[in-house]
């Protein structure tokens, strides 16, 4: 044949027509292919032609060469090596473009129909409104039943194509098993049309024969019943037709029957397969597996530069190896298919090595097009895939659970410092092995320096990016397998209000997705906590607790104002903190052996049942080198609301229960393990605490109680060393009201006056207006004020509110004595003042003075020489970038009053001949002593620059009192500064020598307890999650005793509502408080020189139910040499051996005294009463008249007798 499309040219051809003719293979076709070689003298004669001819063999080399079919022995192919791609291409354009031309023409009659029956429908009209309304009824009949025929037609043609439409939708699970079945078959075609590109693009296969065509077929058969759904459920067939994947169909399904009908395969254009790629993401979205957008985008991306990139190396693949049509496709070349991939993608980068290029006129035209679109798209997608592959986050992965490993979530405010702080004291040595696992979820991506720390920790320590308020994110980081969930809160914010919202709403997201989680976070403003109790979910019973950092600072700095350094040495306590040995004879030697002290809880030993309190307390402190301070006692009535409730140094009236939680303060968590183990019979003659182990001994087992324990599992027992409650969080820590011993007071009280209020717990007034309670500066400074506390308060109209009520609830707290509180002189702005009075206004002994703590005349008019403390505090947000500066107002209020200068005689006082004495003790009798902190002492006897009081007798006059103050500096003034920035400690003392660089605890000034920060309650956090009752008994201290009732109480009213005094609110005054004993005069004169910490710890505690468990002493006392120093710090559990000095004040926890206000009991219902009603008051003590002030040593005289002889008793 001339032009035949797989045969030779010329004569060649014709000769293939004879016998002995010959298929002659093409140098370019593979090795695999047959050729039939021609007899001897077929091959003389051709030979003899060819050299005839010698001159033109060269013009028709090429065409003898020509392509033909490949031939198998088992398949009967065309004899002439005939090509047959036209049949299979035109197989494809006539069902294309059949089906095309049937739409078209349906369209076209379609709407030919619907035009004649506009105008047949409109000539009906008109002929009905001409028949009239006699022939309507007939000729209506017939039209309805057609309707009717035809709305049923419509009807059955509608529920078939919704039927297809239901089946190839991904809403139903018939649909979307559908779709993905059909996304895999088209890729599994896709991979059969990798397989067959190896071969010839077009060979003579048997269908019965051929594994790889018979698997085709099937898979278009498939797609031939999917296509005939799809075209049902279409709305418009045209664009159904038009679209990419019926093109794919028709151009991959057609071509696979006829080569069943051919017994031949021709790849063609099976490499459009590659195009369902496109529909990638689709099916990704429709198995829930991509969510977010960025992730649907880059399988976008991918999918279309994929399919797109294989579809076209196809077609390069088609056209090299197959040559010009108009060639007769002579001029191809063999290229395998992943060599056109890799041609396209040079093509694409512009690279163009120039080693694989195309030959073909086709091929040569198609990669002219594709530079255009394919250097476009290259261009465009590479770069966005590279940044979403960039901007994937790196921390979005899920947390993977260990077994036998717990693990906790940490959220909220996530930066190096607060991480830093958290994981110091939550992975301290201390706590023995915590096996615990951190995981950090957080929506920003942490910096440099935090992602260091996180690899340094990397251990224990993962990080995940995202957030709490995403149930998605809660899933990741395994929420529902948690230990707990602990939310960190920023205490720098500028709105305090919007960060606790932040964190409740947290809270909110986290008990929607799993209730029982147990959760511990940071709030800043008390009044916020109310919201928390809003939660349905949210149970203190659980575990649940709320650290309020409001709350606890100001209670803090409040028990500072009763005994000066208790907020450091208490902040000590529950923070972790290594031992550093110092060997040189400083104070920082001794500051530091009690800062490594920490707070734990541990079961008493079945050794200890039966003994009371102090003697247990007693036989810790001296055998096994531990200081219990309280237990948690389990009440014996059975209506109580709590029975389990946590009492601090009770007495010796209580005696040790079976399976009693002790608190003690020791250096790490293997020591207080001593209380457990000990054992009477194999620990008694013991004297190195070490030693004390566990023995052989059968031990009772009480640690289950008949009740159902209301904790969770995991509450029971937590790692670190500290064993928490088996029950339920103790709601109050007072004495039960049948152990208090003496009850006779409350026979003498008026049960019709309202002095505390309706939990017992604090004293009550009525609501005061604030007008009867500010001071001008002239009316200040003829009340002459002493004993008092000064609050220097920064803050404006639009400050946020600090909660003052929680500096005053602890001053105001019941277990003082009416005459005992201190009265409270508020320095600030009014406006400000006016803000928080609303909580202020039910408290006794509360003035305000308008002004500035900046003004000296306002500080000298409250006379803050005379003040028992000074306590400065700021409530401005200073939203600046120098962190230095946050602090400014503070650290020039305290440099102000350091600096100032006061006279030698600062006035004339009335008070009694015998000063201020502590509470229940007369300094005339030498078995009391003197307790400094709660009322005022000479400074001879304390060894503190505070007033000495000297009686001037007048006859015929009230007794006055010149006070000589040794305070002529304001730097003798004791005061307490509360710090934003921890850096800025530095600038408080002038004279100290502290680096700037060193830790808070570490400072002069914070040692002295002169400086509190709140960043030292970040280890709440860690104590918490460990014991929860270690946050209850530190709240009990420092805030005089508020109880969960008395928050739902002010959370339903904020402010507290008086009541009557009744047996059990009374009772509720008996309880701990904390105070200063000093040592150099009265019963423990004799140990103050030279004597041991333990003695005195010993005497304390057997002689007045006193637990001393800390020093408070002259930074320069170990001098030999006399100092003008009169600066203290805080020595925390000193050991047995420790000598005292005379100066040291003792840091104790004494019993409530009951007979303490019956002798002023006339004094402080009159001061209530006038308190209540006058305008003005000052903390002078109305004196009563001569005859009385006689009366009272004889009786003071008689009680202290009675008193030593119930002590004998005892």
């Not at 077609?315 to 298919?337: C, K, R």
């Not at 028990?559 to 529950?574: D, P, Y």
């Not at 400074?781 to 946020?800: E, P």
């Not at 002492?937 to 620059?945: A, C, E, L």
Request: aromatic share 10%.
């Amino acid at each position: 044949m001339a032009n035949g499309g797989g045969g030779g040219g010329g004569s060649s051809g014709g000769g293939g027509g004879g016998g002995g003719s010959s298929l002659r293979m093409s140098s370019n076709i593979h090795a695999n292919h047959l050729s039939l070689d021609a007899s001897s003298s077929s091959s003389s004669s051709s030979s003899s032609s060819s050299s005839s001819s010698s001159s033109s063999s060269s013009v028709h080399e090429p065409k003898m060469d020509a392509l033909i079919i490949p031939v198998t022995m088992e398949v009967p192919c065309d004899s002439r090596g005939q090509r047959m791609w036209w049949a299979f291409l035109a197989s494809s354009m006539v069902t294309f473009f059949g089906g095309l031309f049937i739409i078209l023409l349906w369209r076209t009659l379609k709407y030919l129909w619907t035009v004649c029956c506009h105008c047949g429908g409109k000539t009906k009209e008109a002929q009905k409104i001409n028949n009239g309304a006699s022939q309507a009824d007939g000729t209506l009949k017939p039209v309805d039943e057609k309707e009717e025929a035809v709305a049923a037609e419509v009807g059955w043609m509608t529920s078939v194509k919704d039927w297809a439409g239901v089946m190839i939708s991904a809403q139903t699970l018939t649909g979307r098993v559908l779709v993905v079945l059909v996304f895999a078959l088209s890729i599994g075609a896709l991979v059969i049309y990798f397989i067959d590109s190896s071969n010839p693009i077009e060979s003579c296969q048997n269908f019965y024969k051929d594994f790889t065509l018979q698997i085709d077929m099937a898979f278009n058969v498939f797609f031939l019943l999917y296509f005939g759904l799809r075209f049902i459920a279409a709305n418009d067939k045209l664009w159904f037709w038009l679209e990419v994947n019926s093109v794919v169909d028709f151009f991959t399904v057609p071509p696979v029957f006829v080569s069943v009908y051919l017994n031949r395969s021709w790849l063609g254009l099976r490499f459009l397969r590659a195009l369902r790629l496109i529909q990638f993401s689709e099916i990704l979205q429709f198995l829930n597996i991509l969510k977010t957008s960025n992730s649907i985008k880059l399988v976008n991306l991918l999918s279309i530069f994929i399919s797109t990139w294989l579809t076209a190396a196809g077609f390069i693949h088609l056209v090299e190896n197959s040559g010009d049509p108009w060639e007769n496709f002579q001029n191809n070349q063999a290229l395998t298919y992943w060599e056109c991939v890799y041609l396209l993608m040079v093509t694409m980068s512009t690279v163009g090595y120039g080693d694989v290029y195309a030959k073909t006129t086709l091929g040569r035209l198609f990669m002219v097009f594709f530079i255009l679109g394919g250097l476009a798209m290259f261009a465009s997608y590479v770069p966005e895939i590279i940044e979403l592959i960039g901007n994937r986050k790196k921390y979005g992965g899920s947390y993977s659970a260990v077994s036998g490993r717990k693990h906790i979530v940490v959220c909220g405010h996530i930066t190096l410092e607060s991480v830093s702080n958290f994981l110091k004291d939550f992975l301290h040595k201390d706590r023995d092995d915590v096996n615990v696992e951190i995981v950090f979820l957080h929506n920003i991506s942490p910096n440099l320096e935090l992602e260091a720390l996180f690899k340094r920790h990397f251990t224990q320590v993962e990080f995940y990016q995202g957030s709490v308020l995403n149930p998605h994110d809660l899933a990741r980081v395994k929420i529902e397998s948690a230990d707990a969930c602990l939310i960190l809160a920023n205490k720098y914010c500028a709105d305090p209000d919007a960060e606790d919202a932040s964190n409740i709403m947290r809270v909110i997201s986290i008990k929607n997705y799993h209730p029982k989680i147990r959760i511990i976070t940071q709030m800043l403003q008390y009044h916020n906590k109310a919201h928390l109790l809003n939660i349905p979910s949210w149970n203190w019973k659980e575990g649940d607790d709320a650290i309020c950092l409001a709350e606890l600072k100001l209670g803090f700095i409040a028990q500072s104002c009763l005994a000066q350094g208790l907020s450091t040495m208490l902040a000590n306590l529950f923070s972790m903190r290594s031992f550093i040995k110092i060997e040189e004879d400083t104070w920082q030697k001794y500051y530091l052996e009690g800062v490594s002290n920490e707070m734990y809880t541990e079961y008493l030993s079945s050794a200890f049942v039966g003994l009371s309190f102090p003697t247990v307390c007693e036989l810790c402190f001296v055998k096994l080198k531990l200081l219990m301070i309280a237990i948690e006692y389990k009440s014996a009535n059975r209506e109580s609301r709590s029975r389990k409730r946590i009492l601090i140094n009770p007495g010796n009236h209580l005696k040790i229960q079976e399976g009693t939680l002790g608190f003690f303060i020791a250096s790490d968590a293997k020591e207080v393990k001593r209380a457990f183990f000990y054992c009477k019979a194999c620990h008694d003659d013991i004297t190195d605490p070490k030693r004390i182990k566990k023995c052989g001994c059968k031990r009772l087992i009480y640690f289950e109680d008949e009740q159902p324990s209301t904790l969770s599992p995991k509450k029971k027992q937590r790692n670190g060393g500290m064993r928490s409650s088996p029950n339920s969080s103790p709601k109050l820590m007072r004495h039960d009201p049948l152990l208090i011993p003496g009850n006779d007071q409350i026979d003498n009280m008026d049960s019709n006056v309202k002095k505390y209020d309706s939990t017992g717990m604090f004293h009550w007034c009525a609501p005061k207006e604030i007008e009867k309670v500010i001071l001008t500066r002239s009316e200040a400074a003829m009340t002459v004020l002493s004993g008092h506390v000064v609050v220097c308060i920064f803050g404006d109209v639009s400050s946020a509110l600090i909660g003052l009520r929680n500096l005053v609830m602890p001053l105001r707290a019941s277990n003082f004595h009416y005459h005992e509180l201190k009265h409270i002189v508020f320095v600030g702005s009014i406006e400000y003042l006016k803000r928080e009075w609303e909580t202020l206004h039910n408290f006794p002994k509360v003035s305000i003075l308008p002004g500035t703590p900046l003004s000296r005349a306002d500080l000298r008019a409250v006379n803050i020489n005379l003040c028992d403390m000074c306590v400065i505090l700021s409530a401005n947000q200073n939203n600046i970038d120098d962190t230095s500066l946050q602090d400014k107002e503070c650290i020039l209020a305290s440099l102000n009053i350091k600096s100032m200068q006061f006279d030698d005689s600062i006035g004339v006082l009335q008070a009694n001949s015998q000063g201020f004495t502590p509470p229940g003790m007369d300094r005339s009798s030498p078995d009391n002593s003197p307790v400094h902190g709660m009322l005022r002492q000479p400074s001879i006897t304390t060894g503190v620059n505070i007033p000495i009081i000297t009686e001037l007798a007048k006859p015929g006059k009230l007794p006055l009192v010149s006070v000589n103050q040794e305070k002529n500096s304001g730097t003798h003034i004791l005061m307490i500064t509360e710090l934003v920035n921890d850096t800025n400690v530095q600038f408080l003392d002038q004279d100290d020598d502290d680096d700037p660089d060193t830790e808070l605890y570490l400072t002069q000034p914070f040692a002295c307890g002169t400086a509190f920060a709140v960043s030292v309650l970040d280890s709440l956090m860690s104590a918490t999650y460990f014991n929860d009752n270690i946050l209850t008994l530190i709240r009990t201290l420092v805030t005089g005793g508020a109880t969960p009732e008395l928050e739902a109480l002010i959370a339903e009213e904020n402010a507290l509502r008086g009541g009557y005094s009744t047996p059990q609110t009374l009772a509720n005054r008996d309880r701990c408080r904390v105070a200063q004993l000093a040592l150099l005069d009265g019963p423990f004169a004799d140990l103050g020189d030279g004597g041991c910490y333990g003695d005195l710890f010993c005497k304390a505690l057997k002689t007045y139910n006193m637990l001393c468990f800390g020093i408070y002493r002259l930074r320069d006392a170990h001098l030999s040499t006399p100092s003008q120093c009169t600066k203290r710090y805080v020595i925390t559990n000193p050991p047995y051996e420790f000598e005292l000095v005379p100066t040291d004040l003792i840091f104790c926890l004494m019993q409530f005294d009951h007979n303490a206000g019956q002798s002023r009991a006339s004094l402080s219902h009159s001061s209530h009463s006038s308190q209540s009603s006058s305008k003005k008051s000052s903390s002078v003590h109305s004196i009563p008249s001569t005859a009385n002030r006689q009366n009272r040593p004889k009786s003071r005289e008689s009680r202290d007798k009675q008193n030593r002889k119930e002590m004998v008793y005892r």
